[in-house]
T-cell receptor, first 110, second 115 residues
Framework: DAKTTQPPSMDCAEGRAANLPCNHS???????VYWYRQIHSQGPQYIIH???NNETNEMASLIITEDRKSSTLILPHATLRDTAVYYC???????????FGTGTRLTIIP | GAGVSQSPRYKVAKRGQDVALRCDPI?????LFWYQQALGQGPEFLTY????????KSGLPSDRFFAERPEGSVSTLKIQRTQQEDSAVYLC?????????????FGPGTRLLVL
């Protein structure tokens, strides 16, 4: 699986948009970008995924650059409950497993 | 509906003891995964089942680790002769089907502490 690089930690003010970057410069054309988050003492939770187009759901938006070498997860109006570790994962075709890195610890500041 | 459940939530074992961790996936989910998460790290893949067939066990760290899913639903991860380095959170996940777009749903994990 392609390697991903994320900042180890970020802060965001409550009510503002949280923008979490991810670098995946070795991604292949048929690999998807997935985002999961893990709130303290819970299992990881799926957020969103995409191949090359931008995606939006009720939780977040995913912006993938045209060359697909990086992406940004956007939480539009962060709340205290969004405090978690966010994992960016590149998933190779035919590979069922998820390969997690160390993620970004996002802290929402009241 | 019910999510993935795991039991026990916490387990303390003495070094050398055998332990069994249970996973109840979401009903009807074909795929089941086990991951191990050490303190401060992301989850690491252990093994994967499609129905009752164990298709990938490349992540199991040693032959002391054994997983089964005999009827294609509930799964058990067994660790024999536990060692201190086995202390971790063991996460189970399931997905409805196989395929690169399938979402994995995770349970809350079992926190194992080996003394």
């Amino acid at each position: 699986d392609a390697k991903t690089t994320q900042p180890p930690s970020m802060d965001c003010a409550e009510g503002r948009a949280a923008n979490l970057p991810c670098n995946h410069s070795t991604i292949s054309g048929n690999e998807y970008v997935y985002w999961y988050r893990q709130i303290h003492s819970q299992g990881p939770q799926y957020i969103i995924h995409g191949l090359k187009n931008n995606e939006t759901n009720e939780m977040a938006s995913l912006i993938i650059t045209e060359d697909r070498k990086s992406s940004t997860l956007i939480l539009p109006h962060a709340t205290l409950r969004d405090t978690a570790v966010y994992y960016c994962i590149v998933r190779v075709v035919g590979n069922e497993k998820l390969t997690f890195g160390t993620g970004t610890r996002l802290t929402i500041i009241p | 509906g019910a999510g993935v459940s795991q039991s026990p939530r916490y387990k303390v074992a003495k070094r050398g003891q055998d332990v069994a961790l249970r996973c109840d996936p979401i009903s009807g989910h074909v795929s089941l995964f086990w991951y191990q998460q050490a303190l401060g790290q992301g989850p690491e893949f252990l093994t994967y089942f499609q129905n009752e067939a164990q298709l990938d066990k490349s992540g199991l760290p040693s032959d002391r680790f054994f997983a089964e899913r005999p009827e294609g639903s509930v799964s058990t991860l067994k660790i024999q002769r536990t060692q201190q380095e086995d202390s971790a959170v063991y996460l189970c996940a399931s997905s409805l089907r196989t395929g690169r777009e399938e979402t994995q749903y995770f349970g809350p994990g079992t926190r194992l502490l080996v003394l």
